[in-house]
């Protein structure tokens, strides 16, 4: 049951022969009060629950491994349906408590700078899955931010991705504010532009390169979805005061952090509403990429920062650990568990 | 993108069992490597798919396999000639401008490289492709009669003349080095394109001569 949405658990307790009112009871016991037993529900009926016992389980669980960095990050490990593993990253900073969700067992999208792409693609989760990460999060209460930059392409599972969402950002759910949500996207157009008409969390588009004949040898959607495209749906949109478009920038040594690249910036990002994290690339076994120094990244963000850019220097987080920027990888659990 | 145009089916066979070639008539132009969105109904899913006929054919080819569980592909093989299909406008970059490249596929990522050769590209490439069984090794003849010994089928679940025993993977490990100054484009599922590219790499191919396409 966990991770149904309102009009799903209201279905269920029809469906049961329970109160039209049992649908708001279920949720609130689950992503209010977070029980994680039915028999706990003590405001339904001792037959209710009786019933709901026979039929549903709640389907939520707690992680399976928690490894902690000297910076304070902690990488979560969940055991999901069919004995496949996700990942998902607490990242503790000042007031602010950001939780980095997966929304795929692996990823299809085969970046060539992301230790989860080379894992491949096991599966998708479900909106339970997802909002389980937070749920069970012993640090859940200090939340202040959530992230869907974990595992996986979020708009490659759409419809779980927007269920989880709403029950995270409705009353009868989490009740978060979606303007402490931020979903990230290598730019499938069809899904983002559902999410920008449905939801109002915010956005963050990977962006790597402002050049097309580039991003598509880091980034294979580039040959489906290019980024003029993308950029021209970000536009059609155009978000407002209450959602603003994030660019996630992985900076990579002597690649894409020329004048050339701030000035091409510019020009594409002319009349967003954004902000670009500069991110430095932590490298991954095999890759043919290198991270870049200190002060060719604040060389780069002065130069954008020249040219009016907004930008913020992102610190890498839980990098001793695999927990930082494109580090997710359960391919290790996954190999073990084919063992 | 949306799949808002009508075709009429000339004919949807089974290939080989699960994988269907869906044939319609053609009414647009388009590059040999684009993709085009597929659907049955208008509210139901759809689906993107690298067209797999030559860009001169009087009808547009469409190789998928059905996922029993899928939203689209149950009732995708159940059309029949005479059927409307939905499709979009064709979009896409996956496009081979280079007089020599390598071609590297397995399974159905045989589709943008089958559309190439079926569209006279074939000339100075050499195709590596990958399948379990021969009869998964599809458009197997022609790819054979238009590149000739440039088309290097394997063949991971079968032995047979003409084939090397093993994946794309287990191929190109056995090389003892690779042609560094082409560019090499990829096509197959995220496993598939990650091993190959991490492989080409080890072997010394700069990574902006890799392209890829992948399936989602």
Known sequence: ???????????????????????????????????????????????????????YAL???????VQTSVDGTKKYLYQSVGG???????????????????????????????MTGKQGFQGQLTAG???????????????????????????????????????LTEDYGFGMSPKRITVSTIGIIPAMRVFLEKSSCHLAVSLHSPFEEERRKLMPIEHVYSLSEVLSTIREFSPGKQRRTSFEYIVFKDLNHSQRHVNELARILNGIRYRINLLRFHPIPGTPLASPDDESIEQFQAALERKGLITTIRRSRGQDIYAACGLLSTKGQQDKKLQ | ???????????????????????????????????????????????????????????????YTVNPEGGLTPALSGLRPGDHVLHSEVFGR???????????????????FASMA???????????????????????GQLNDLLGSNYIPCCSRESFSGAFHGRVTDYLKSLKQIDLAVPHYLCGSAGMVVDVRDILIEKGLAFEKVFAEIFF
């Open chain 1, 1 to 55: 049951m966990f991770g149904s949405t309102l009009k799903e658990l209201t279905g269920i307790a029809a469906e049961l022969g329970m109160p039209s009112y049992a649908g708001r009871q279920l949720a609130e016991w689950m992503y209010k009060r977070h029980v994680a037993d039915i028999g706990r529900m003590s405001n339904l009926s001792k037959a209710d629950r009786k019933k709901l016992e026979e039929h």
């Open chain 1, 59 to 65: 389907g939520n669980s707690d992680p399976v491994k």
């Open chain 1, 84 to 114: 496949r593993f996700v990942e998902a990253a607490y990242i503790p900073e000042g007031k602010r408590h950001t939780l980095c969700v997966s929304s795929q067992v692996g990823c299809k999208m085969g970046c060539l700078f992301c």
């Open chain 1, 129 to 167: 899955e997802i909002v389980n990460q937070v749920r069970s999060l012993p640090e859940r209460d200090l939340l202040t931010n959530i992230v869907y930059m974990g595992m996986g392409e979020p708009f490659d599972n759409l419809e779980e991705v927007m269920k989880s969402l709403e029950i």
């Open chain 2, 1 to 63: 993108m949306q799949a808002s145009f009508t075709a009429h089916v000339v004919s949807n066979r089974e290939i080989a069992p699960g994988a269907y070639l869906l044939r319609f008539k053609r009414s647009f132009d388009f590059i040999a490597g684009q993709v085009i969105r597929i659907g049955v109904d208008t509210s139901g899913e759809t689906r993107l798919y690298s067209i797999a006929s030559g860009n001169s054919d009087e009808n547009v080819d469409i190789l």
């Open chain 2, 94 to 112: 996956f496009i081979c401008r280079e007089e020599c490249a390598v071609w590297i596929a397995a399974g159905t990522g045989i589709a943008p």
């Open chain 2, 118 to 140: 079926f569209s006279g590209q074939h000339s100075g490439k050499i195709l590596l492709f990958g399948g379990r069984s021969r009869q998964r090794l599809y458009f197997h």
